[in-house]
């Protein structure tokens, strides 16, 4: 059984920079997509980026900001990587995994999903 384990959120300024990162155990492979979500309180919870299956597609909230990154040397890990940071970015960041190839942004989509890591973004 996969797990998902997210690392790397802290508290920034509005301008800074994070990078997040995704640890899967279990099998996985670079025709799995893993993505990134997010969540603020009281909101949706966001799709923010995903990759896998040949694929890299990006949500609205990050385009030029936010790079997903994931190596096909080591397809378990994911990252991302967030610059020029905003307090409307502050949210609990997830991790989740869909079998194949997934293009669609739906959280629906992603049948595993990690504990989250927080973000917070002071102005």
């Known amino acids: 059984q996969v797990q998902l384990v997210e690392s790397g959120g802290g508290l920034v300024q509005a301008g800074g920079s994070l990078r997040l990162a995704c640890a899967a155990s279990?099998?996985?492979?670079?025709?799995?997509?893993m993505a990134w979500f997010r969540q603020a309180p009281g909101k949706e919870r966001e799709f923010v980026a995903s990759?896998?299956?040949?694929?890299?597609?990006y949500g609205n909230y990050g385009t030029g900001r936010f790079t997903i990154l994931r190596d096909s040397s080591k397809p378990t890990m994911m990252y991302l990587e967030m610059t020029s940071l905003k307090p409307e970015d502050a949210a609990v960041y997830y991790c989740?995994?869909?079998?194949?190839?997934?293009?669609?942004?739906?959280?629906?989509?992603?049948?595993?999903w990690g504990q989250g890591t927080q973000v917070a973004v002071s102005s």
């Open positions: 989740a995994v869909g079998r194949g190839r997934i293009i669609s942004d739906s959280s629906a989509d992603f049948g595993i």
């Open positions: 990759v896998g299956g040949g694929a890299v597609v």
């Open positions: 279990g099998q996985i492979d670079m025709s799995d997509t």
